[in-house]
C-alpha cells in the first residue's frame, strides 16, 4: 500500500518545524550549543549529517537525540501497514503529493473517504470497482490540497454527506463537535480536534476493522509532524495527548507520507520518542 512512499520530512524540515515551534533562531542555537552558526546554516539546509553537532542540537529543540541522529542517517522507516477494508490514495499536488484514504465495512458495502486530495478519478473508481456505496466524506482540515476534488466527489456521490469540523466549518458541509460519532456498517467513526496545524484540524479514529486506524490529516507524519501553522504548541499536545495514547497498534493515515502506527511513532519519531522512553 505504501511500501515505496518516501517519509514526508527529512531531517533538515524536522530541525526547521523545531526551530520555528520552539522559536528558537540559528543565532540563539549556536550559543546554546557552541556551534558555528555557518555548520548550522549547512545542517538545516540538510547538506549533510553530523551526528556529534545533532546530539547537541537534539536537547535545545526538544527532540530526541537518537531519533533525530537515526532520521539524519535515513535508517528508518515505518514498517509496511496493509489493512483490510482501507485504501490509500496518494495524488498529485502541485510538484508534492498528498493522501486521500478510503474506508468500507465489506458486509454492509458502506464506504466513507478521508479528503479528497486533489483528483477523484481514482477514488470513484475504486467504488465503482468495490461496489461500495459512499455514506460520508469526512474532512480532516480544510487546506486547499485535501479538498480540491470535493466538488467532484460530491457530484459523483451526492448522497454522501461531508461532514467538518465546527472550529473550521467549511461551505455546504456538516459540522461536528467532538462529541459525535458516525456508524458505517460495523465500523464507527469518532472524532477528535487535534488543532494546531489549522484551526478545527481534525483525527478521526476508525474502529472495526482488524486494527484501530488514525486519519490524522496533516496533524502528525511519519518520523515527524505538520507544521503548527495555528500554534506549535497546541499541534505538538494534541499529537502527544489524542494521537500517541491510541493503542500501539493503531494504524495512522497521514495526509502526506507513508502509513504509521502509533507504536512506531513513540518509538522513532523524534518529536515525541523522549517522551515515550
Ligand atoms: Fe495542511
Keep these: 500500500m505504501s511500501s515505496l512512499i518516501p517519509l514526508e520530512d527529512e531531517y533538515a524540515d524536522i530541525l526547521l518545524k523545531a526551530m520555528r515551534g520552539r522559536r528558537i533562531a540559528e543565532s540563539e542555537l549556536s550559543a546554546r550549543t557552541g556551534l558555528p552558526l555557518e555548520l548550522l546554516s549547512r545542517l538545516c539546509r540538510g547538506e549533510f549529517c553530523d551526528e556529534p553537532a545533532l546530539l547537541k542540537i537534539a536537547p535545545v529543540l526538544s527532540l530526541d537525540p537518537q531519533s533525530l541522529t537515526i532520521a539524519a542517517a535515513r535508517a528508518w522507516r515505518p514498517r509496511l501497514h496493509r489493512v483490510a477494508g482501507l485504501e490509500m490514495f496518494r495524488l498529485g499536488w502541485r510538484r508534492l503529493w498528498v493522501n486521500a484514504y478510503l474506508i468500507y465495512d465489506s458486509s454492509s458495502g458502506e464506504a466513507a473517504f478521508f479528503d479528497t486530495g486533489t483528483d477523484s478519478v481514482p477514488l470513484v473508481k475504486r467504488v ?3 461496489g461500495l456505496t459512499v455514506r460520508y466524506v469526512f474532512l480532516t482540515h480544510t487546506h ?5 476534488a470535493l ?10 454527506r ?6 473550521e466549518p467549511w461551505p455546504n458541509t456538516e459540522l461536528f463537535t467532538d462529541e459525535d460519532s458516525f456508524s458505517l456498517g460495523s465500523l464507527s467513526v469518532t472524532p477528535r480536534t487535534t488543532s494546531g496545524h489549522s484551526v478545527g484540524g481534525t483525527t478521526y479514529v476508525v474502529d472495526g476493522l482488524s486494527t484501530p486506524l488514525a486519519m490524522v490529516g496533516d496533524a502528525l507524519f511519519a518520523g ?3 507544521g503548527g501553522l495555528i500554534s506549535f504548541e497546541d499541534a505538538w499536545r494534541n499529537n502527544r495527548e489524542k494521537i500517541l495514547t491510541l493503542s500501539d497498534e493503531t494504524v495512522i493515515c497521514p ?9 512506531e511513532e513513540k518509538r522513532h519519531n523524534p518529536f515525541f520518542a523522549g517522551e515515550f522512553r
Design 128 to 130: 465503482e470497482q468495490l
Design 144 to 148: 486547499s490540497d485535501h479538498v480540491a
Design 151 to 160: 466538488g467532484e466527489l460530491r457530484a459523483a456521490f451526492p448522497q454522501a
Design 162 to 167: 461531508v461532514l467538518c469540523n465546527h472550529a
Design 224 to 226: 515527524s509532524m505538520g
Design 255 to 263: 495526509g502526506h507520507g507513508p502509513l504509521t502506527s502509533v507504536g
